[in-house]
């Protein structure tokens, strides 16, 4: 079956680096998304990773293992703003999104 | 650009009547359109997938004659929740996809909170 992990939830210090990961078994793979969910609110893109590696946005980078199945999102000098969900996607062989629960990231100040 | 309206923003309806729900796409064509639900506290739970003048992809679980969709145009498509019940109740999410760069990645509009009575 198609599965993605990720962890529940977590909390980190306003200023801090946190880093959220997420673990996918789809059926092919054409690339891994992230997106940030604030609360009533409707996901918004974040990155796309198709290639093993690290792409920096900003304050956000994305990493992916595809041999490890495997991908973080990592978020530096946190600010009050970031607590949110952050949904992990993978695009299996059909082009369809398979979505993790999300991960809530509680942030304090 | 890659902007998606829904319409309601949200709606409040008595059990057993219909309520529509609009997705555009404002400033592109897409390729094709998704409907989630997401429950509280939970991940976005897909309901179907559509094609411009084309039948709805329908997941597992979710009833096509109660949860209609129409996609009439490359930038629209409606999901009509038909004889809704309390349990109906929910946060309804459309997307929508062009390619971008080998990705197919989803643009998503702000979400239609309905709550039946």
């Known amino acids: 079956g198609q599965n993605i992990d990720q962890p529940t939830e977590m909390t980190a210090t306003e200023g801090a680096i946190v880093q959220i990961n997420c673990t996918y078994q789809?059926?092919?793979?054409?690339?891994l998304f992230w997106y940030q969910q604030h609360a009533g609110e409707a996901p918004t893109f974040l990155s796309y990773?198709?290639l093993d590696g690290l792409e920096e946005k900003g304050r956000f980078s994305s990493f992916l293992s595809r041999s490890k199945g495997y991908s973080y999102l990592l978020l530096k000098e946190l600010q009050m703003k970031d607590s949110a969900s952050y949904l992990c996607?993978?695009?299996?062989?059909?082009?369809?999104?398979?979505w993790g629960a999300g991960t809530k990231l509680i942030i304090k100040p | 650009g890659a902007v998606v309206s829904q319409h309601p923003s949200w709606v409040i309806c008595k059990s057993g009547t219909s309520v529509k729900i609009e997705c555009r796409s404002l400033?592109?064509?897409?390729?094709?359109m998704f409907w989630y639900r997401q429950f509280p506290k939970q991940s976005l739970m897909l309901m179907a997938t559509?094609?411009?003048?084309?039948?709805?992809?329908?997941e597992q679980g979710v009833e096509k004659d109660k949860f209609l969709i129409n996609h009439a145009s490359l930038t629209l498509s409606t999901l009509t929740v038909t004889s809704a019940h309390p349990e109906d109740s929910s946060f309804y999410i459309c997307?929508?996809?062009?390619?971008?760069?080998?990705?197919?990645?989803?643009?998503f509009g702000p979400g239609t909170r309905l709550t039946v009575t």
């Open positions: 997307s929508a996809s062009r390619p971008s760069g080998g990705a197919y990645e989803q643009y």
């Open positions: 400033d592109f064509q897409a390729t094709t």
């Open positions: 559509s094609n411009e003048g084309s039948k709805a992809t329908y």
């Open positions: 789809t059926s092919g793979f054409n690339g």
């Open positions: 990773n198709v």
């Open positions: 996607a993978a695009l299996d062989s059909n082009y369809q999104l398979i």
